[in-house]
């Protein structure tokens, strides 16, 4: 169920699992698009609401990425701030009788401020999607950001955006946050080899880390209900 496609008074949440996707509007290589993070979020958590039936809620669009404001057309938000929107989004859907708030993330540069709410909130639960996917449809053991992992997942969930003639294979076997600013591991904005990504790569890792988050869901209802 696609809230923001909905009159309010066919919206309830009431007693249920609310799903929210979290991404960021930043650089992705020369061949993916700047929505990227959030793109995929919404596209995964919406496989799961098909799946289980659970309210899917808007995706929030933008996150903290101070790391990659080195590559124009980023955006990033404060910690702060992020913090602030995630407990006033989760706080208006438990005032609405919401079992939790479970978010489907999509931005690593998001895990502080979501961690952060986690310790502060009852029942906000969150995932980095990417932690779930399965390695073993990998040809590559790193990369981090525009990589086969997430280059292959974009060519299936959205192959229409993906410039298949623009991937490359840049950056190095690092920590990205050993680094203050991105474009100092990495010319083109790519951590990783997304030469080798396929949409076939993509289907099965999506349909891995729906399930799981599925089953994530179901836990919550059992927990809560």
Not at 58 to 75: E, L, Q
Not at 76 to 97: A, F, K, Q, V
Not at 109 to 115: D, S, T, V
Not at 169 to 177: F, I, M, S
Request: hydrophobic fraction near 35%; charge should be negative.
């Amino acid at each position: 169920m696609k809230a923001w496609e909905l009159p309010y008074p066919e919206v309830d949440v009431e007693g249920d699992v609310v799903l929210v996707p979290v991404g960021s509007t930043e650089q992705h290589g020369p061949h993916l698009p700047l929505g990227t993070d959030h793109m995929i979020a919404t596209e995964i958590a919406l496989r799961v609401s098909e799946e289980t039936g659970a309210p899917l809620y808007p995706a929030v669009p933008y996150g903290v990425s101070k790391h990659h404001m080195g590559f124009p057309a980023t955006v990033s938000l404060r910690t702060e701030t992020m913090i602030e929107l995630l407990r006033d989004i989760h706080r208006s859907l438990l005032y609405h009788g919401a079992l939790c708030t479970f978010v489907v993330n999509g931005h690593g540069g998001n895990e502080p401020a979501l961690g952060a709410v986690t310790e502060e909130e009852e029942r906000f639960h969150w995932v980095s999607w990417w932690k779930l996917a399965p390695t073993d449809v990998l040809e590559t053991d790193w990369g981090g950001h525009a990589d086969e992992l997430e280059t292959s997942v974009a060519m299936y969930l959205f192959p229409e955006l993906v410039k298949e003639g623009e991937v490359v294979r840049d950056g190095r076997p690092t920590e990205v946050w050993e680094y203050p600013d991105f474009h100092e591991i990495s010319e083109t904005g790519v951590k990783g080899d997304a030469t080798v990504a396929s949409p076939e790569k993509g289907k099965k890792i999506v349909e891995s880390v729906v399930e799981k988050i599925s089953g994530i869901v179901e836990e919550l209802r059992e927990r809560y209900g």
